[in-house]
């Protein structure tokens, strides 16, 4: 069987790490519902999921093909080549998702204290709304929506800095073991968004040739 | 000015790779030396050093001038395309030795308490251990080398452990702030070794175009 055309298997990436993208973000919306919520079947289906190591073992096998049958130039191999790192991240994701689930699966309802729910509710939604725009950006190749993200990951560290704050009061009532998990829990959450960020920036090396400072930097000036 | 021969940059791939690891051990003993030791110029100079981001920019231009100039194939393609995946834990490595730096900078010498100090100096040895492991592995194409880092990463996974049982352990006295440090700056120690073996395990799916952990069952019942 003669292998897809070239365009044929940039759209098949492109779709590829689109999935991977709404994948992470369901499975940290769903860890994020057994940790705060004590939903732990979502938590515990998770935990099992291979559905992004299958997704990024399409995204090597697409890559590879591409590379041997068509041997891309200028930007067809950048999207090649980018899609390879993508992937990387995207794994990341699934990974810190399931930490936050075998957080809540190994705790009990409780380990996450009152005071610092509602940030964690927050950082759920800010990883799950960026998670859905690498989505768009890496199907669109819409560079200007790979800039919003930066944002969206400035609300994130934002709120990762204020969880230290409330650990760091010495009034923390709650002793070691919830603040060792709230340590990491937030970490995850943090990492998660700057995965999301990074999937989102080799979308805008692909398509601008240039790293996604530069190209910041240039729509920033309006220069 | 022609570009380089194909097994030219084949070797270029890998002697930069081999200087990342180098370099990510470097900065994890010099961050762990801010750490440990109140060595804090070494751990200054460690933060702002752009060592590795040129390593790897390094990294993809040869890459991208193999795919480009060269189209290779089969084993070859196998050898740049995880040149590139390798190159992104190098530079992961990088940035958590930095953290370990920032960590030391940040509190005063007395941030790791004494009775987990030993664990941190041992977590130190089998981090740059590991680094220096992949550099062996990257160069040589060593799959049995490779193998072997499996057995150290596991002590830093059973380090890992104790560290937070000591934590967990109702008497631990060093209240929320130093809980919190040694939570992070133990993950810091885990996750570089996590990618240091991800980096041989590239050299390993390069070599013999098959996951890791095949190889290693093969190898292990000597079938």
């Given at each position: 069987?003669?292998?897809?055309?070239?365009?044929?298997?940039?759209?098949?990436?492109?779709?590829?790490?689109?999935?991977?993208?709404?994948?992470?973000a369901g499975n940290l919306r769903d860890a994020s519902a057994g940790l705060?919520?004590?939903?732990?079947?979502?938590?515990e289906k998770l935990v099992d999921s291979t559905a992004m190591d299958g997704l990024r073992s399409g995204v090597e096998e697409v890559a590879t093909d591409?590379?041997?049958?068509?041997?891309?130039v200028a930007g067809d191999l950048r999207a090649v080549v980018s899609a390879l790192h993508a992937?990387?991240?995207?794994?990341?994701m699934g990974v810190l998702?399931?930490?936050v689930a075998e957080t809540a699966l190994r705790r009990r309802p409780g380990t996450v204290p009152d005071e610092?729910?509602?940030?964690?509710?927050?950082?759920?939604?800010?990883g799950v709304d960026l998670a859905l725009k690498a989505a768009e950006v890496v199907r669109t190749r819409n560079v200007l929506l790979a800039v919003e993200l930066d944002a969206d990951d400035e609300a994130m560290d934002a709120l990762h800095a204020r969880m230290f704050e409330v650990l760091m009061d010495r009034s923390w009532p709650h002793g070691v073991l919830a603040a060792v998990d709230v340590t990491l829990l937030a970490r995850y959450y943090e990492r998660f968004a700057d995965h999301a960020v990074l999937v989102a920036g080799e979308t805008?090396?692909?398509v601008t040739g240039r790293r996604p400072d530069e190209v910041a930097t240039y729509l920033d000036t309006g220069s």
């Open positions: 069987v003669a292998p897809p055309a070239l365009p044929e298997q940039l759209d098949q990436l492109a779709d590829l790490l689109g999935r991977m993208c709404v994948q992470a705060l919520e004590g939903r732990l079947r979502l938590a591409a590379l041997l049958f068509h041997a891309p992937s990387d991240d995207l794994v990341r998702a399931r930490h610092v729910r509602p940030a964690f509710s927050q950082m759920s939604r800010l805008v090396r692909a």
